[in-house]
C-alpha cells in the first residue's frame, strides 16, 4: 500500500470505530478487553497516544522512562484517558485526520488500529467488516514482521490461507480461516482460534501468548 492510502486506512478505521463506540453504555467501558489487563477504554486511550505522540515525545517518554517500554506505554495511556468515557472517545475522535505517530512503520500503526479495535470490538459483541484490501496488506506485514509485536516467530513453520482473500504464506501444517482471523491470531489473540481450522492450529495453540 502506498503511504497516503496507508493514512486513508487509518482514518477509516478510527472513524468507523469511533462510531461503534459512540452509542456504548456507561458500564460497557469497564468491558474487559482482549488485552490482559486493559479496560475497552483503556484500550481506546491507547489508541489515541498514537496519533498524537511525535517521534520527538516518544523518544523523550522513553528516556522518562528509563527505557522501560512497558511503563512510557501506560503514562502516555494515563494521559489520553480524560475524565469520563464520553472524554476518552472524544480524545480518540480528535485523531481522525491526524499524521502524527510515533517512530513507526505506518502500517504498523493500521496493524495496531485494527489489532486493539477488534481487542475492543470482540468482547463488546461488536463486528466490523474491514476492507479486504487493508486486511491482506495487514496479514502480509504481520506475517514477515516481528517489529512492534511478535507475529512472524509465532507462525514460523506454519501454512496460513485466508478463505476470503489472496493472502497465504508459509510451508508447513495448515491454518486456514478469514483473514482478520488470521492477523489476530498472529498477533496472539486466543479468543480467534475458534474462527480457525487446520492441522497447524495444535501448533499454535503452544506458542507462547
Request: aromatic share 6%; hydrophobic share 40%.
Amino acid at each position: 500500500m502506498e503511504i497516503a492510502e496507508v493514512w486513508q486506512s487509518i482514518d477509516g478505521e478510527r472513524t468507523a470505530l469511533a462510531g461503534q463506540l459512540a452509542g456504548l453504555q456507561p458500564e460497557q467501558w469497564d468491558t474487559s478487553s482482549l488485552c490482559t489487563g486493559l479496560s475497552v477504554r483503556e484500550v481506546l486511550a491507547h489508541l489515541t497516544a498514537s496519533g498524537v505522540l511525535s517521534g520527538p515525545r516518544w523518544f523523550f517518554g522513553v528516556l522518562r522512562a528509563r527505557f522501560d517500554f512497558d511503563k512510557q506505554v501506560a503514562q502516555r495511556l494515563q494521559e489520553q484517558l480524560g475524565a469520563n468515557p464520553a472524554e476518552t472517545l472524544a480524545r480518540f475522535e480528535a485523531t481522525i485526520g491526524s499524521r502524527t505517530s510515533p517512530p513507526v512503520p505506518k502500517l504498523a500503526l493500521l496493524g495496531e488500529t485494527v489489532v486493539h479495535g477488534e481487542d475492543i470490538r470482540h468482547p463488546l459483541g461488536l463486528v466490523r467488516e474491514h476492507p479486504l484490501p487493508v486486511l491482506q496488506a495487514l496479514a502480509e506485514y504481520y506475517a514477515g514482521s516481528d517489529q512492534v509485536v511478535l507475529a512472524r516467530s509465532r507462525v514460523r513453520g506454519l501454512r496460513l490461507e485466508a478463505e476470503d482473500s489472496g493472502f497465504a504464506t508459509g510451508e508447513g501444517p495448515l491454518i486456514r480461516g478469514k483473514t482478520l482471523a488470521l492477523i489476530m491470531a498472529m498477533t496472539g489473540r486466543k479468543a480467534y482460534w475458534p474462527q480457525l481450522s487446520g492441522p497447524g492450529l495444535a501448533r499454535l495453540m503452544t506458542q507462547p501468548g
